[in-house]
């Protein structure tokens, strides 16, 4: 068994190595590093807390170029986490914000930290359910946080499962739109989005974008204010693959600024995320424990309307009893 706290520790002294290890070690499910980081967090509980920041928006919209861009124009100093989930992206997904990474890298090599960026990102693309993915994502923001990453940046592929799963666990959410997203429009007019607290209008570059953006900005106006903030202050115009684009200083401002959780927030939001790993090994364990067949059969039973679902659960549970959760549950 891995001493998880010292490679909590390490991570926290900024060993990119460290963060790496642990979230692996997250993602294969060992329980051990959970614990780890659950002393960590409840040993922090009520101090100062990161700013984590959700960017989802359709395919192409440019959410990775933001990540690497925001990470590039925040106001702050300190280290830049990321998390892309992406259930249907592949490894290509991961290469095409490496290209971004090194733009911004080149561009301002000054403000690269030592790893040649301040930046670090982690990929949960190809692995997993939606919902899964969302499991892990909750624990790897926390860790991110944990180990002083400020802000921590949620990457997700917009208006699926991974999202709702995650929408809690995040501070500000931001909607990635461009001047393509024509029906955008109609859909907030209708109602049928669901709301963002900011709206980034990305590809200030393209023709229309403006226009867009002001398109969004009045029908944005029709919410009145929200937290206090006007349509104004909600849309923001930038341009992701410009280091120096004005609009994303704005953007990055705005996030900078957001209202911080409470030390209390984040211990509820720790307790989902332990809640939903939890659950989802509870049940992951009964299904290795049944017996396949026997299960299956009992399924169509209760389709067929022989047996009643609730009495075909308490024979399946019935016949668990005495065996015990084993190591590797
Ligand atoms: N012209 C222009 N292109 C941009 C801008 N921002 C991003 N792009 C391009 O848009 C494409 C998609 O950008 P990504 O950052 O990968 O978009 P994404 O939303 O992360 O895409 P998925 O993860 O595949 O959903 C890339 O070719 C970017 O170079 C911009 O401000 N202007
Ligand atoms: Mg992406």
Known sequence: VRDWDRVLVAAADGSDAAVARFLSALEARDWTALAALGRR??????????????????????KSSLVAALSHAWPGDGRVGAVAIDPSSDLTGGAVLGD??????????????????????????????????????????????????????????????????????????VLVLTPESGDVIQMLKAGLMEH????????????????????LRAVIARQGTVNGRTAAQRV??????????????GLAAALFDWPPATGADRQQAWLRVVGRLAESSLIEHLRRRLDGQDWARAVDQCAAGEVQLDHAVDRALGGLVGQTVGAAG
């Open 236 to 249: 923001h115009l930038v341009q992701a693959t410009d280091p120096d684009d004005p609009g994303l200083r």
């Open 41 to 62: 967090v409840t040993a922090a509980g009520g101090q100062p807390v990161a700013t984590r920041i959700g960017l989802t928006g359709a395919a192409g919209a440019g």
């Open 100 to 173: 971004r990474c090194r733009l911004y890298a080149q561009v301002r090599p000054s403000e690269a930290g030592a790893g040649g960026s301040r930046l670090y990102l982690r990929s949960m693309a190809a692995r997993g359910s939606a919902s899964a993915l969302s499991r892990y994502a909750g624990a790897a923001v926390t860790l991110l946080e944990s180990v002083g990453f400020d802000p921590v940046l949620v990457e997700t592929a917009g208006a699926g499962q991974s999202d709702v799963g995650i929408r809690q666990e995040i501070d500000c959410l």
């Open 196 to 215: 963002a607290d900011l709206y980034a209008v990305n590809k200030a570059d393209r023709d229309g974008a403006r226009q867009f953006a002001s398109q």
